[in-house]
């Protein structure tokens, strides 16, 4: 199937590694032009380079996402490379120290206003684009109830982001602007977090690859895929939703 984005100029954050880094080739292969931003300067020339290796125009700054002026900045800069913005998927998380005292406050920067500050940045690029999305990666943590200790916050978050999306879903549809959310389960990468359970903790990995019904992890790819395809005009009747890509962990049926 054509997803129809050639050409289309998407942003999307966290792009130097794990899903962020496989939403951007999933993008870049159907032919869109990408601007992405990460904190660390070395994985993100790696990314470029990989992308810019698939034949893809590839914009790329260090920023970190929680600086909100930088981060904005950022925005308006990748808008002038690419001539515009069709398409924003928002894949950062940071992980915020649980034993910090600014644990609750650091997090709700970390995983729900930088989501915010990016709407609104994007906004009045989106209003004048033939064929916009927002894509927002949440997590199964958003409806679990079983999260262990050093996840409440982030859960919380991740919960309250797939809200918004909701929110923004109907906001937005007049304006011609879709918004959906996918929520991962866990997804295993080289470098990864579940690369480093799996090396410190293999009974936790193991724990966590047989509560899905499918009996392992995801691979990056598999949350780019529905990424690329609810930022493309191919789910042009789809707003509001939350994609669960958990490969059947959750034992609820999805209403
Ligand atoms: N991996 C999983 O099992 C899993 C499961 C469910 C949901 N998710 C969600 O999927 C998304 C991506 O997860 P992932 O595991 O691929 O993430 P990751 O390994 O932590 O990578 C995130 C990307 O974002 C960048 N980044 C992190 N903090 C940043 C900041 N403050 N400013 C700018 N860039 C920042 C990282 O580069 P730098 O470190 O260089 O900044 C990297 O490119 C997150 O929203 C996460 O909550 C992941």
Not at 3 to 27: E, F, N, P
Not at 60 to 77: H, I, L, T, Y
Not at 163 to 180: D, E, F, P, T, Y
């Amino acid at each position: 199937m054509d997803l129809g984005l050639k050409g289309a100029r998407a942003l999307v954050t966290g792009g130097s590694r794990g899903i962020g880094a496989a939403i951007c080739q999933a993008l870049a292969k159907e032919g869109a032009v990408i601007a992405t931003c990460a904190r660390g300067q070395e994985g993100l020339e790696a990314a470029l380079a990989d992308l810019r290796s698939l034949g893809a125009t590839a914009y790329g700054q260090a920023v970190d996402v929680r600086d909100a002026a930088a981060f904005k900045n950022w925005v308006q800069s990748a808008a002038d490379d690419m001539g515009g913005i069709d398409l924003v998927v928002s894949n950062v998380s940071t992980r915020i120290d649980p034993t910090s005292d600014a644990w609750w406050s650091d997090t709700f920067e970390a995983d729900l206003m930088q989501h915010v500050r990016l709407r609104d940045a994007c906004l009045p690029y989106l209003e004048k684009s033939d064929s916009a999305a927002m894509v927002f990666v949440a997590s199964i943590a958003s409806v679990m109830t079983t999260l262990p200790p050093h996840e409440e916050a982030y859960g919380a978050m991740k919960a309250g982001l797939v809200n918004l999306v909701g929110q923004w879903g109907s906001m937005m549809a007049r304006k011609g602007i879709r918004v959906n959310a996918v929520s991962p389960g866990p997804v295993f990468f080289e470098g990864g977090w579940w690369d480093m359970v799996k090396t410190k903790d293999p009974d936790s990995y193991k724990r966590a690859a047989g509560m899905s019904a499918i009996g392992r992890l995801a691979d990056p790819a598999e949350i780019a895929n529905a990424v690329t395809f609810l930022a493309s005009p191919r789910s042009s009747f789809t707003t509001g939703i939350n994609l669960r890509i958990d490969g059947g962990l959750v034992k609820t049926a999805n209403f």
